[in-house]
């Protein structure tokens, strides 16, 4: 189970219902949630999975069902709401964690930005980040956006 708290980006402005609930509770075998965003204008959850790769969405009342899947999501770590160009971030490693996509290939060499369309979760885009510095152990943790909405 895990209980979302609702969160705001400005610490001196009260939580809103505009902002989503204080909490959410919701229980998902195997999930291993990292990554959590909020979407207010759909008023649900969206979870990233470290041991499935799919990206869900939980209902404010607690509802889980799959949002994205796709064989580019291996785990599902830190993500990003773009509302401005409406699509989601993720950020995706493969830490070892899911039994039916880490490869010997990937694991603990992958990462990846993987961009889904916020209205239907189809995969828009992906973007080989580990490829910048092959070779090398790597873990996509998180994803920062500038001013711009251009992932940095």
Do not use: W
Request: proline share 5%; with cysteine.
């Amino acid at each position: 189970m895990l209980a979302a708290p609702g969160c705001s980006d400005d610490d001196d402005d009260p939580v809103t219902d505009a902002e989503g609930p204080d909490l959410v509770s919701f229980t998902q075998p195997n999930l291993y949630p990292e990554g959590v965003q909020y979407d207010a204008k759909n008023k649900y959850f969206l979870v990233g999975s470290q041991t499935a790769g799919a990206v869900g969405m939980v209902h404010e009342d607690g509802h889980y069902m799959q949002f994205a899947d796709n064989a580019a999501l291996v785990s599902s770590i830190g993500m990003n709401l773009d509302e401005g160009r409406n699509r989601l971030l993720v950020a995706v490693s493969d830490p070892g964690y899911n039994a039916q996509r880490t490869a010997a290939a990937t694991q603990r060499k992958l990462a990846r930005l993987v961009i889904i369309n916020r209205d239907n979760g189809q995969v828009i885009s992906t973007v080989d980040l580990g490829s910048l510095k092959p070779g090398q152990n790597h873990f996509a943790n998180d994803i920062a956006v500038d001013a711009q909405a251009t992932p940095i």
